[in-house]
């Protein structure tokens, strides 16, 4: 009855041993078949967050470029408002000088005006002179019968001659100094009025250059203008340029986010596929090259030593000499290096299909979160730290989250059985 018993359970384990090994050879398939998928998706996720970060290149570029114009039409625009500002201040110095002028030049007009009538006075004045003089020669001449002897015979003495004929001479002397001063007087006034149709031709030569000057300024003026609402223009159109590129280039920038974080995500899952795919289910000893362990408590409940009130174990304790390396029983990635409560420093390592190790109580760490290691890798060395009765090397395994017994994934060998 016993032999029996004992038959029919081993072959309850041999179809347990082979029913596992099957659903293993089946999560590897599986594993295999998501991680040329996935690889692919990742691939073409890549590719399109390279042309999307070729398209963010193009877009800043022109963004760039556009910057730089209007950073040029700006500088332009500054320079033509002070080109501006300056020909408006010439326009009205010119302005107010031509009216200057202008006043100038009619003074000059009612001077010369002025003159003229003066000069056509003293030629009337001439002319009446001159006709005085002329009825005055034909009186004498008319009446003039007596020669100066007959005239000198009259005379009742030589000084009445002389009187007759120094009043005479001084007639026509008189007459003729007169002449002579109005003829002066004419020929000053010409010469002034001359002098001053000269200079007023001149003013008026200076205020039609002034009045060029006048148009030549306000025309750039105008042009000045043109231009800067031209530029003031593309400057709008500008700024709408980058303002849109700028919308553009944020939503590209969350598109390229978004997939980054997409294209995380994949490789996350390409890590746990690529840890199923390669992970046999079978751990390696955690100790490397140590020899000289003992185990001091076994996975499950707890019934001598200090921690018994605690009553399950989650793992299984090899006491060892401080320092003694501790390695990854399995490729995998690192999910938690660090201090970590009653495990005091403490690693973690997920390998897929499920199963996670853990290392803890260690002296000191080597590896850090995020690190992926290889099996037999060195990642930390024993120690007494968190709550420990002594040197050793808590070893734990989690399958989904739930610990179970590392005794059925280490090697028997290394636990005595």
Excluded at 386 to 403: D, E, I, R
């Amino acid at each position: 009855m016993y032999k029996r018993v004992l038959l029919l359970a081993l072959c309850f384990f041999t179809v347990l041993s082979f029913g596992v090994t099957s659903l293993r050879a089946a999560f590897t398939a599986n594993a295999y078949n998501g991680l040329g998928e996935i690889t692919e998706e990742i691939e073409n996720d890549k590719q399109s967050l390279n042309e999307m970060q070729g398209n963010l290149s193009a877009i800043q570029s022109n963004k760039n470029t556009l910057q730089a114009q209007k950073d040029k039409l700006n500088m332009e625009t500054q320079t033509m408002l002070q080109q501006k500002m300056l020909l408006e201040q010439e326009y009205t110095l010119l302005v107010a000088e031509e009216a200057a002028i202008t006043g100038i030049i009619e003074e000059y007009g009612k001077v010369i005006a002025q003159t003229q009538s003066d000069k056509a006075d003293a030629e009337a004045n001439l002319d009446k002179q001159l006709d005085d003089f002329g009825s005055l020669l034909v009186y004498m001449y008319m009446n003039g019968e007596d020669s100066n002897l007959e005239i000198f015979l009259k005379s009742q003495s030589y000084s009445e001659y002389l009187a007759y004929v120094e009043c005479m001479e001084h007639i026509l002397d008189s007459s003729d100094r007169m002449i002579d001063s109005i003829r002066g007087t004419i020929g000053e006034i010409s010469k002034k009025e001359q002098d001053y149709i000269i200079a007023n031709a001149d003013l008026e030569t200076y205020r039609d250059s002034l009045l060029a000057t006048q148009a030549e300024k306000e025309a750039k003026r105008l042009e000045l203008e043109e231009k800067i609402g031209e530029n003031g223009d593309l400057l709008t159109l500008t700024e709408d340029e980058i303002a849109s590129i700028e919308d553009n280039e944020e939503a590209l920038r969350q598109q390229i986010s978004d997939l980054q974080s997409q294209i995380s995500e994949k490789e996350q899952e390409k890590l746990r596929l690529e840890l199923e795919a390669t992970f046999d289910g079978n751990f390696s000893f955690p100790l490397i090259g140590c020899n000289n362990y003992r185990i001091t408590s076994w996975f499950g409940i707890r019934t001598d030593g200090p921690f018994v009130a605690y009553e399950h174990h989650n793992g299984i304790d090899f006491a060892c000499a401080r320092g003694t390396a501790i390695s990854a029983a399995a490729g995998g990635k690192v999910t938690f290096a660090g201090y970590n409560g009653a495990f005091g420093n403490v690693v973690f390592i997920e390998h897929g299909n499920g199963l996670t190790t853990v290392y803890a109580h260690c002296d000191s760490l080597i590896v850090t979160a995020g690190t992926r290691v290889t099996e037999k890798q060195a990642i930390a060395y024993v120690g007494t730290t968190g709550q420990s009765s002594g040197y050793h090397l808590h070893f734990s395994v989690l399958k989904n989250g739930q610990y179970v017994d590392p005794a059925e994934y280490l090697p028997s060998y290394y636990l005595g059985r």
